[in-house]
Nanobody, 118 residues
Framework: QVQVVESGGGLVQAGGSLRLSCAAS????????GGWYRQAPGAQRELVAT???????NYADSVKGRFTISRDNAKNTVSLQMNSLKPEDTAVYYC????????????WGQGTQVTVSS
């Protein structure tokens, strides 16, 4: 059974930092890409950052220079370090792990709330 579980969300003041972690189980993690997405109230889910199997990263323009995505294949985790947080970063953050080689697979976590107060 595949499980993707996020942790680390919470309430922080503007300018502060949070670290989100995502633990995946039931998969061969090192053949999966990972990513973080977020969804604010009334908005569509949007990409925040992704990391490939080989460690190549990609960021939304709105978080470049502030957020860092990383992975630990030994622990089956994908993390998102968020610095210099802004109120507009407030959203539910979702972890995604996906495989783009056959057999294709795509798994989501349940989400974790991040609230940044001004």
């Amino acid at each position: 059974q595949v499980q993707v579980v996020e942790s680390g969300g919470g309430l922080v003041q503007a300018g502060g930092s949070l670290r989100l972690s995502c633990a995946a189980s039931g998969i061969t993690f090192n053949v999966y890409a990972g990513g973080w997405y977020r969804q604010a109230p009334g908005a569509q889910r949007e990409l925040v950052a992704t990391i490939s199997r080989d460690g190549n990263t990609n960021y939304a323009d709105s978080v470049k220079g502030r957020f860092t995505i990383s992975r630990d294949n030994a622990k089956n985790t994908v993390s998102l370090q968020m610095n210099s947080l802004k109120p507009e970063d407030t959203a539910v953050y979702y972890c995604n792990v996906n495989r783009i080689t056959i057999p294709l697979r795509n798994y989501w976590g349940q989400g974790t709330q991040v609230t940044v107060s001004s």
